[in-house]
């Protein structure tokens, strides 16, 4: 009934740039936190940024400066602009979103997208 569908991942060189989107399609009456996760090997899932309904944001330290979230609720989609990429940047980079239907309010998941960055 809700889909997150997560683009934009890929390989890049260190210093590159990359742009992920994720897009929330099916029974939806409001979206309000959603963030962008990541979870390399033999590591625990991680957030990297977050933005509520309102605009706020806040980020991992090591991001900060280097990524920025945001989102476009008419569009039911949020970004994440990664800049000056680092070999310890690459991860499966997962969005979440908090999504208000029917059932009532709970936590929604992509399917991951993979992000390389090469030294």
């Known amino acids: 009934q809700v889909q997150l569908v997560e683009s934009g991942g890929g390989l890049v060189q260190s210093g590159g740039s990359l742009r992920l989107s994720c897009a929330a399609s099916?029974?939806?009456?409001?979206?309000?936190?959603t963030g962008w996760y990541r979870q390399a090997p033999g590591h625990q899932r991680e957030l990297v940024a977050a933005?509520?309904?309102?605009?706020?944001?806040n980020y991992a330290d090591s991001v900060k400066g280097r990524f920025t979230i945001s989102r476009d609720n008419a569009k039911n989609t949020v970004y994440l602009q990664m800049n000056s990429l680092k070999p310890e940047d690459t991860a499966v980079y997962y969005c979440?979103?908090?999504?208000?239907?029917?059932?009532?309010?709970?936590?929604?998941w992509g399917q991951g997208t993979q992000v390389t960055v090469s030294s």
């Open positions: 933005i509520t309904s309102g605009g706020s944001t």
């Open positions: 979440n979103a908090e999504i208000v239907n029917y059932l009532g309010t709970r936590d929604y």
């Open positions: 099916g029974n939806i009456f409001r979206i309000r936190n």
